[in-house]
């Protein structure tokens, strides 16, 4: 096997972003996602117009890939796609996808686990990015998960805490539900708590054991908090948004780092890596930078556009399977609940 020259195809379909991309012996040549609007309008995500969008987009998109890479199919050696944890039906999409490509082209087929993909994105090749060194906590924060784990190595993960609830990400959605604002909330949020007062207002962080996060009871507390005070005075949402933007975050970013603190000292491991589309919060990046000099940590962000739903981290991964000799049988079952 010539490991100079290997070209892999990612596939990234699990929730509502079409994604394809070519990776190059580590090095990423196209990464291109196709975006569903559609679910704006409903302030979420609607399964059964995401697996729709997704039957429209993914041939176009990896012809896209292809394309923007310089390579024709012919030059592939493998197909990776996310099997899971994710949509059904939109995972349906790409795997069955995937399958029919790999087994036309006669390549390895490679099924890649999402929530390791969001970790080992940090290993693509990119100039001024830094890879985490063995072990490393990584904290995975997005619209559907929030996990703290352990990396031993490539293969080797365990989740050593997680939500009892709601997603990091959810309690920015639904936060931003209460204060009017549109979806997703996270970046609006984001924006906003940079005009305001971070302890303008205070939220009852949940008490939680151990390394596990609970978010639902902070929604519950910012709703009445709100509900308490337009009662009072109607105006109070406009009149205050920064500061109460500023104090959600705050809170929030409070309760990861935390669970980060707990984690480290637990483990005495100081290589923290973040992943997920809520990694790409400028309040977060911020304490982790911030906990660089204050718990003496090493900390690893990766690029942006590898934060969000992407196919650049199922490439990656398919790639360091490849490498370890590692195919998939065409009987391969999409799974919504996959663990890590």
Known sequence: MDSQNIYILGIESSCDDTAAA??????????????????????????????RAHQQNIVPVVHQALKKAGITKENLNAVAFTRGPGLMGSLLVGTSFAKSLAYGLNIPLIDVNHMQGHILAHYIDEEGFEKPPFPFLAMTISGGHTQIVKVNHYFDMEVIGETIDDAVGEAFDKSGKILGLGYPAGPEIDKRAKLGNPKAFKFTKPKVDGLNFSFSGLKTGIMYFIQRETKENPNFIEENINDICASIQYTIIGILIDKLKKASKETGIKHIAIGGGVSANSGIRQALKDGEQKFGWTTYIPKFEYTTDNAAMIAIVGYLKYLEGYSTAQNIMASARLKI
């Not at 196709?34 to 059964?48: D, R, S």
């Open 22 to 51: 070519i990776i190059h012996n580590g090095k990423i040549l196209s990464n291109v996602i196709a975006n569903q609007k559609i679910h704006e309008a409903y302030g979420g995500v609607v399964p059964e117009l995401a697996s």
